[in-house]
């Protein structure tokens, strides 16, 4: 197939071939000292990633799902324990909830921003309820105002899942800085994305921030071969953090190109009566990690676009409460009708920074053929 006549969902390659200077040399220097864990760059990105958000702590890590873990286990939840996650978002949100022992509780979303359904949460707030993780999905800002407000009537940590939101805001502010802690990934195709595995916490919260650091590196504290607690392997690799010092700079106007995508697509298809365009909410700030529409005939439109070479996906086929893996909880569809009417239309559209004009011209043509 010749490259340039087909469109990926997202292009990790350009990205690289814009930045390969400065990468290669920071890769380089980093394989020169030789310092691969807990190396100067790691130090370096987790001030300037805090700083570019306003926050006081970040604390690099594996991953994103183990960034989520992290949070769990230094708010001490665990077996008996609850938390609320909504029940359209990656697999990773919840099985960082089981993976600390705790049990996650699906709650439906909202029909206009695909994000946890805030009307919905407090019918599944009980005694064992101690969190709920919200999830800025496909890069749009969850509504914090009122999840906050339900979080505090009941007692209840908010921590947010960001993986797919990296520079998106809320109210003026950097989203990552409104609960007690967030979760970031920096898996290579999120918005800012390292060359394999990365994740970090974010937190203002200074105990918090302590106890994550401790747990992240074998419950170590500063002295070396003191563990003052069982803790875990999950660190942020000099290697990954070195990318990450390159790329961030440009996080912002990467955002801006998605946003510019965006609104292109939005104008092309407004007015079709068959596609349902991405919400534009007042006071966020949504930094499409992914374009999704919503179109009834989706497998014919996808098979008709990958005629034309261009990628399409679904984020994601099935609500969590109806994977294998969570069989055990016996959810019925009823349950969660807004998830399952919305899983089986959503189509994401190729969105990346490098994305051209005349990319998405062709794409807008083809679907609206
Ligand atoms: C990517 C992602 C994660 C997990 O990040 P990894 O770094 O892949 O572990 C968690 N939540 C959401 C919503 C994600 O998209």
């Known amino acids: 197939m010749n490259r340039s006549h087909s469109i990926p969902l997202v292009d990790l390659r350009a990205q690289y071939l814009d930045l390969k200077d400065g990468i290669d040399?920071?890769?380089?220097?980093?394989i020169a000292e030789g310092n691969f864990i807990k190396g100067k760059q790691v130090t370096e990105f987790e001030n300037a990633f805090s700083g570019y958000l306003g926050a006081k702590h970040c604390i690099g890590c594996g991953n994103g799902t183990d960034a989520l873990e992290l949070i769990l286990k230094s708010l001490n939840i665990g077996p008996g324990d609850e938390v609320i996650v909504p029940a359209l978002t990656w697999i990773a949100t919840a099985e960082a909830v089981n993976n600390v022992g705790a049990e996650p509780v699906f709650v439906d979303i909202d029909q206009n921003n695909y994000t946890i359904d805030v009307r919905k949460i407090e019918e599944k707030?009980?005694?064992?309820?101690?969190?709920?993780?919200?999830?800025?999905?496909y890069g749009s800002p969850a509504?914090?105002?009122?999840?906050?407000?339900?979080?505090?009537?009941?007692?209840?940590?908010?921590?947010e899942d960001c993986a797919q939101a990296h520079g998106?805001?809320?109210?003026?502010?950097?989203?990552?800085?409104?609960?007690?802690?967030?979760a970031f990934?920096?898996?290579p195709s999120k918005n800012l994305g390292a060359f394999g595995d990365a994740g970090a916490v974010v937190t203002n919260d200074q105990e918090l921030a302590n106890k994550v650091r401790m747990i992240s590196n074998h419950g170590q504290l500063q002295t070396r071969h003191h563990h003052a607690v069982v803790g875990r392997n999950s660190r942020l690799d000099s290697i990954q953090a070195s990318v990450l010092n390159v790329k961030l700079p440009y996080l912002d106007k990467w955002n801006t190109n998605r946003i510019t995508a965006s609104k292109q697509y939005m104008s092309r298809l407004q007015g079709n009566g068959s596609i349902i365009?991405?919400?534009s909410e007042i006071g966020k700030k949504h930094v499409f990690h992914l374009f999704v529409i919503r179109i009834k005939n989706r497998k014919k439109i996808m098979e008709a676009l990958s005629n034309s070479n261009i990628s399409s996906g679904i984020h994601y086929p099935a609500p969590l409460p109806f994977l294998e893996a969570y069989n055990y909880k016996k959810h019925k569809r009823d349950d969660f009708p807004v998830s399952v009417n919305t899983s089986k239309e959503i189509l994401s559209l190729p969105i990346y920074p490098e994305i051209t004009e005349s990319q998405i011209d062709f794409i807008c043509d083809q679907l609206l053929k």
Do not use: W
């Open 25 to 30: 040399k920071a890769i380089n220097e980093c």
């Open 125 to 137: 707030i009980n005694k064992k309820t101690r969190a709920i993780i919200a999830v800025h999905l």
């Open 143 to 159: 509504d914090m105002d009122e999840i906050t407000a339900i979080a505090q009537r009941s007692g209840l940590f908010v921590i």
């Open 168 to 182: 998106a805001e809320y109210s003026g502010k950097k989203i990552g800085t409104i609960g007690i802690a967030a």
């Open 185 to 187: 990934s920096f898996f």
């Open 277 to 279: 365009l991405p919400a």
